[in-house]
Each structure stands twice: as structure tokens, then as C-alpha cells.
């Protein structure tokens, strides 16, 4: 990489592009870079930052993501809410995808788009020294393009009105995936805890052919306690889903091992 002809890898949008399905580790418990070499040595492609359902901070993420990037495993950082200057943070903080809970509207993915991208496809603020190029001074213009190319944007899918809507927002231009949120889509359905129900089914089928018809990835969240569902689920042609949380292995395998004791 020269000073001004910056490369920039996304080892997740690389690996789902060929056709391959990655898979992600929830971090939510812990709030060290330790967490990285874990899910590294697990063999997980990504880490899932997530800032919607803990106490995370921004300084955290930002550790967290470097880490990551260093390591060549793909930081994404779910924010809390639609929120430009939280997403236009997360990117200013290392991550290389940007993950939207609650997106319901087209309008709403457009907002999303503008608040993550450079222009000319949105109208994120210039920083120089990112971090997910090392903070190797680079020229503004090949710098923007770099990370414009590189980053995602995605967002989730976890309601009836999101589902209501769902082609219009497969079709927003620089949106990359869109990711379902199994246990909160059950819940909005009516179905709570019923991750089979028909009718979910149904709603990832509505998803997977909206993100076939607009050439962008579909995922798939919160199957992790059902393998053989997220199996199904994934044969509908997801490039991504996650396989569960930090918090939620180190409970189960303590569980286990106490058991052996007792």
C-alpha cells in the first residue's frame, strides 16, 4: 500500500462475495481486546460489536475494532438506534460495517446510507488518519473511495412493518445487506419464542428474495440455539448469519462443566 494508492480488505464482503457463507460471534460481554484472539482462534470471519443491548463505550469499540482490523477479523458494530452521528462514530472508531436495528422504510435505509458513506453516496464528515487503514495519512479523495468500497452497511429486519416494506429497502442504493433479527421478528409477528412459526419462515423467504432481486446480501441473526433452523434458513441463500453470543458461550459451557461436578 503506497500513500496514495490506499488497499483496503474486508475479509467478510470478500468471502461472502465468493459465494461463501461467514459467520459471526456476538461481542457483548466482554470489553477487552482479548476477545478478538478468542473468536480468531474459533475461527469465526467477524465480530459483532454490539452497542444496541450493553453498556459498551465508544473508547471500548474503538479498542475492540482495532484489534480486530489487526487481526484481519472483520469488525461490525451494531448501534443503539438510526442515528447518524452514532454510525458515522462506529466508522470513525474502526469498523468496517455498521449494523441499523428497527429499520422499517426505505427512507429510513436512505438515512442510514447517508450517515455511513462518504460522498458522493452520502454525507459523512472527512477524517483524516482512519483507523481502518492503520491511521496512515492518505489523500482525502482515495481515502473516502476506499472506505466507501470497502465498508457495509446493513441493516436488520425485525417487524412486520420492515417486512411490509422490505423490497423498497433492498433497492436503496449502497445498502449491502439486510440482516434478520429472528427473535425480535418473532416477537413483532406474535410468535414469541417461536423461531419456526410459519409465518417467520415465511418473513426470512420474503427477505432472502427481496435481497436476490437487488444483488445484495441476506442474513440471517438469533438462530444460533437452533442449528438445524438456521441450516434451513441459510439454505434460502444467506451469505451471513451469527452463531451467538460471548455472554451466552461462557454461560452454557460454565453450565455444562458445573454439571459434571454435581
Do not use: W
Not at 449502497?174 to 419456526?196: R, Y
Amino acid at each position: 500500500m503506497t500513500d496514495t494508492e490506499p488497499t483496503l480488505i474486508n475479509h467478510l464482503r470478500r468471502k461472502m462475495q465468493s459465494g461463501e457463507l461467514a459467520v459471526g460471534m456476538i461481542n457483548r460481554l466482554v470489553r477487552g481486546a482479548e476477545i478478538v484472539a478468542i473468536a480468531k482462534t474459533a475461527g469465526f470471519d467477524c465480530l459483532f460489536i454490539d452497542r444496541e443491548h450493553n453498556g459498551f463505550s465508544l473508547e471500548t469499540t474503538a479498542q475492540i475494532a482495532l484489534a480486530a482490523n489487526m487481526a484481519g477479523l472483520t469488525p461490525l458494530v451494531r448501534v443503539a438506534q438510526l442515528d447518524e452521528v452514532e454510525i458515522a462514530q462506529a466508522f470513525d472508531a474502526g469498523a468496517m460495517g455498521v449494523i441499523i436495528p428497527g429499520i422499517e422504510s426505505a427512507a429510513q435505509a436512505r438515512t442510514a446510507v447517508a450517515a455511513a458513506k462518504f460522498p458522493p453516496l452520502g454525507r459523512r464528515s472527512v477524517m483524516p488518519c482512519l483507523p481502518q487503514m492503520m491511521f496512515r495519512p492518505m489523500p482525502a479523495p482515495q481515502a473516502m473511495q476506499a472506505i466507501n468500497d470497502a465498508t457495509l452497511v446493513i441493516a436488520m429486519v425485525e417487524s412486520r412493518a420492515a417486512l411490509d416494506a422490505v423490497e423498497e429497502i433492498a433497492a436503496v442504493p449502497g445498502l449491502d445487506m439486510l440482516l434478520v433479527g429472528a427473535n425480535d421478528l418473532s416477537n413483532m409477528l406474535g410468535h414469541t419464542g417461536d423461531l419456526g412459526h410459519e409465518e417467520v419462515r415465511a418473513g426470512f423467504a420474503n427477505v432472502a428474495k427481496a435481497c436476490r432481486a437487488n444483488d445484495i446480501f441476506f442474513g440471517v441473526g438469533g438462530l444460533g440455539q437452533t442449528p438445524e433452523l438456521a441450516k434451513e434458513m441459510i439454505a434460502l441463500g444467506a451469505r451471513y448469519a451469527t452463531a451467538g453470543a460471548d455472554i451466552t458461550f461462557m454461560t452454557n459451557a460454565a453450565i455444562a462443566n458445573a454439571k459434571k461436578f454435581v
